[in-house]
């Protein structure tokens, strides 16, 4: 078996070298910036801010250190490990963690159960929790699924009652709920101008110090390069794919995003969903569920619901994407010469 975690482009750097020439700043003193770098949420992390706000950035650190020690679900002081193992008691959760879980169920039902926050007993039984990979038998999946279902969830205001056996993972929101955080206490600080990197996810206050909007890579599913480059003023883009977290057994490939339907790896025609939005949480959860859509249903998706935009990279070879973006996004690498199809209401 060949093991493989997390083959993550830093995308700072890809920022970095694909911005090409900004606009002079108005304000020598909007060129300032301050950074801090950690490493959260199992991944790396950077958030700069631009102008004199250092003691933001500074403050940015803290909130991502305090909302980890809420939601890991492994760490045995937080609120998601304590609620897992209450043998189906109910827990009082802090003011974040209420909200994240609210806004994540809300999701996971306008995406039909494609996003299920319930689904860590299936995750955790493959390995992607433990680095333990296997590929667990038909009868093994059947048993865990009887435990997945995010209706199962209560939550009245900050009381949450879950019924034993099922456990959550928020994984698939709580980066994005983070960035949401942090793109508001950087606000409510005066910062006008700033670029969080979030692991994959990547979120940006206002556009770049002189105007001119931020220019986001895509990661290729297939190499080490780049599929795109999006342009963004004040808005997540996060990207999910197979090429994140995966392992290899006997020829075939197995990765972390699982469909709740099966209890297996989502095979749905797509390598990579790309969501574009304000809101950083709608982001994180729409990449995973779309993913486990496929490109048919990511399409119905957007047509009923909107308030986003996406780029679809599928396995046979095309760029499918909204029609909000059309003009902003940039087919690189192998992907130049892509077929395209806009997708409109």
């Known amino acids: 078996m060949r093991a493989v975690r997390r083959r993550i482009i830093p995308l700072l750097l890809a920022l970095l070298l694909l911005a090409g020439c900004a606009y002079p700043a108005r304000d020598p003193e909007a060129n300032e910036s301050s950074s801090v770098d950690l490493l959260a949420m199992d991944t790396v992390m950077r958030v700069t801010a631009y102008g004199k706000h250092r003691e933001a950035a500074e403050l940015a650190r803290e909130k991502i250190t305090a909302l980890e020690s809420l939601l890991s679900v492994t760490n045995e002081n937080s609120e998601i490990y304590a609620a897992n193992h209450a043998l189906g008691a109910s827990v009082e959760l802090s003011p974040d963690t209420a909200a994240l879980l609210s806004r994540a169920l809300e999701l996971c039902d306008s995406t039909g159960g494609a996003l299920d926050v319930t689904i860590y007993p299936v995750v955790r039984a493959w390995g992607f929790t433990t680095d333990q990979f296997r590929v667990p038998g038909a009868e093994e999946l059947s048993a865990l699924l009887e435990r997945v279902d995010y209706r199962q ?193």
């Open 153 to 345: 969830v209560a939550l009245d205001g900050s009381t949450l009652t879950l019924p034993e056996g099922v456990e959550l993972d928020l994984g698939a929101v709580a980066k994005g709920y983070t960035g949401d955080c942090v793109a508001a206490l950087l606000r409510a600080e005066g910062v006008e101008s700033a670029l969080l990197e979030l692991g994959g996810n990547i979120q940006a206050v206002g556009a770049k110090p002189g105007g001119s909007p931020w220019r986001v890579a895509v990661t290729d599913p297939n190499g080490g390069g780049f599929a795109g480059v999006v342009e963004v003023v004040d808005k997540a883009v996060v990207t999910s794919g197979g090429y994140e977290r995966y392992f290899e057994q006997d020829g075939e490939t197995y990765w972390h995003i699982i469909d709740p339907a099966t209890g297996r790896p989502a095979r749905s025609g797509l390598l990579s969903v790309t969501i574009i939005a304000e809101e950083g949480i709608k982001c994180d959860a729409l990449s995973t569920a779309l993913f486990v859509m496929g490109p048919e249903k990511a399409a119905d998706y957007w047509r009923e619901n909107g308030g986003f935009d996406c780029i679809l990279l599928s396995d046979d070879g095309r760029i499918i994407l909204t029609e909000g973006i059309e003009d902003s996004f940039t087919p690189y690498g192998d992907w130049t010469d892509a077929p395209v199809e806009v997708l409109q209401r």
